[in-house]
Nanobody, 124 residues
């Protein structure tokens, strides 16, 4: 079992930056692939970024490539999402997710554990 708690959301102006953190508990966290997803009002939840258990492989949605960076620190059981050059369209609730398998995936259905989400609001 893995429990996930996100933090770091907030209100930022367009062009600004935020860093989201996801703290995990449970002995298997370091062997899980991790992902970030987001859900904007009246939209489906969508993939943002994922990282393999070693951190050696990462994937990004086209909409965030070059602006967002996913990373992890297995010693701290934490995964991060650094978000730069934020746009109003990045406004959403951001969710952290863990996949018991080690390889990163972009497929929402393959994730086994989810955090409660953190709100990110980007003003224009």
């Amino acid at each position: 079992q893995v429990q996930l708690v996100e933090s770091g959301g907030g209100l930022v102006q367009a062009g600004g930056s935020l860093r989201l953190s996801c703290a995990g508990s449970g002995r298997t966290f370091s062997t899980c692939a991790m992902g970030w997803f987001r859900q904007a009002p009246r939209k489906e939840r969508e993939f943002v970024a994922s990282i393999s258990w070693t951190g050696g492989n990462t994937y990004y949605a086209d909409s965030v490539k070059g602006r967002f960076t996913i990373s992890r620190d297995n010693d701290k059981n934490t995964v991060y999402l650094q978000m730069n050059s934020l746009k109003p369209e990045d406004t959403a609730v951001y969710y952290c997710a863990a996949d018991r398998r080690p390889l990163a995936t972009m497929t929402e259905a393959e994730y086994d554990y989810w955090g409660q989400g953190t709100q990110v609001t980007v003003s224009s």
